[in-house]
Nanobody, 124 residues
């Protein structure tokens, strides 16, 4: 079992930045691929970014590529999402997720553990 807790969300103006953090506890964090997803009101949860457990290889949704950066610190059991150049359409609840064995997974169903989410609101 892996427990995930997100933090760092908030209200920011368009063009601003936020850094989300996800603290993991439970099983060995470094063995899990990690991902960030988001869900806007009335929409399905969508993939944002993922990072592998071994080589920290990353993959991003086209909508955030070049603006967001995912990283991890296995020693601290943390994964981060640095978000720059935020746009109103980035407004959503952001979720951290973990899976073991599915490299570069982008589908919600491929992840085994989820956090409770943190709200990000970008004003225009």
């Amino acid at each position: 079992q892996v427990q995930l807790v997100e933090s760092g969300g908030g209200l920011v103006q368009a063009g601003g930045s936020l850094r989300l953090s996800c603290a993991a506890s439970g099983r060995t964090f470094s063995n899990y691929h990690m991902g960030w997803f988001r869900q806007a009101p009335g929409k399905e949860r969508e993939f944002v970014a993922t990072i592998s457990w071994g080589t920290s290889t990353t993959y991003y949704a086209d909508s955030v590529k070049g603006r967001f950066t995912i990283s991890r610190d296995n020693a601290k059991n943390q994964v981060y999402l640095q978000m720059n150049g935020l746009k109103p359409e980035d407004t959503a609840v952001y979720y951290c997720a973990a899976n073991r064995g599915r490299l570069m997974a982008t589908d919600v169903a491929e992840y085994d553990y989820w956090g409770q989410g943190t709200q990000v609101t970008v004003s225009s």
